[in-house]
């Protein structure tokens, strides 16, 4: 992946968002973009008679604040060595990150900044969501690759290769409704072509599709979980719950790797 799109802000997790852009960098011999967006949206109130206005002095604050994070960033990439540039944009995060990755490989973002879903959605780009203080260093050692057949499973599968070529471990979980279902082999033969040689883990669903997922990754010590964003629609997982939803909200899950 050599063109890496980053989220970059003075929240938690920016600095394990930072340092697994630069690992992969690294890596990759790969370009950094790094996003440093102050929302004017965040700083618009309203008037009782029911007009808006932009609160100016928190803007400017917040806009001062900014411009003195995009400048450490800058100044943590030169020292790093790896080709980068630093955006500043005053839009919704998902609609400035989205935008810029029409043209990126992969977007970082943290789990504890609610993005990763609705950006999977807006963007169409592979989304790498992390834990919140732990970045991710390559080459990524234990992965588990969630597979149901499905259209967001084999996007996020073909997004995973460049990232599993020398993984040790790669398992391709399926759960069904009972045991001895048909196994995922479309999935494992596709990985063999790009030289990843996958186990395939089929287990009977014991409680809820995501428990079960989330003892199987638990077992294996996966650094990364592959699996496709909403299979289900958005507002069913919200009313009913779903996978993705579950482990954007599981603080104990390891990172993400989500496409759409």
């Not at 960098?25 to 109130?45: E, N, Q, S």
């Not at 839009?91 to 609705?118: H, K």
């Not at 732990?134 to 995973?160: N, V």
Request: aromatic share 4%.
């Amino acid at each position: 992946m050599r063109s890496i799109l980053v989220n970059a802000d003075r929240k938690p997790g920016n600095d394990a968002r930072i340092e697994t852009a630069l690992n992969l960098a690294r890596r990759t011999g790969g370009h950094v973009t790094a996003l440093v967006d102050t929302p004017v949206a965040r700083y618009i109130a309203m008037d009782p008679m029911g007009g808006s206005y932009v609160i100016s002095e928190a803007l400017d604050k917040a806009r001062a604040e900014d411009d003195s994070a995009a400048e450490a960033i800058e100044a943590r990439f030169a020292r790093n060595e790896v080709p980068f540039d630093v955006l500043r944009s005053e839009d919704d995060p998902v609609s400035a990150l989205a935008s810029i990755a029409r043209l990126s490989d992969l977007v970082i973002v943290s789990r504890s900044g609610g993005l990763g879903g609705e950006l999977a959605l807006a963007s169409g780009t592979p989304v790498l969501v992390l834990p919140e203080a732990k970045p991710l260093e390559f080459p990524i050692r234990r992965a588990c690759i969630g597979w149901d057949g499905g259209e967001q499973a084999a996007a996020a599968l073909r997004a995973s290769v460049p990232l599993l070529g020398d993984c040790q471990l790669v398992k391709v979980v399926t759960i069904a409704e009972k045991s001895g279902g048909f196994p995922a082999t479309d999935a494992l033969r596709y990985l063999s072509r790009h030289g990843i040689h996958a186990e395939l883990e089929e287990l009977e669903r014991r409680g809820s599709t995501e428990e079960t997922l989330a003892v199987a990754v638990a077992q294996s010590q996966a650094e990364v979980l592959v699996m496709g964003a909403y299979g289900k629609s958005r507002m069913r997982e919200y009313l009913f719950g779903g996978v993705t939803a579950y482990f954007l909200d599981e603080e104990t899950a390891p990172a993400l790797l989500l496409a759409h």
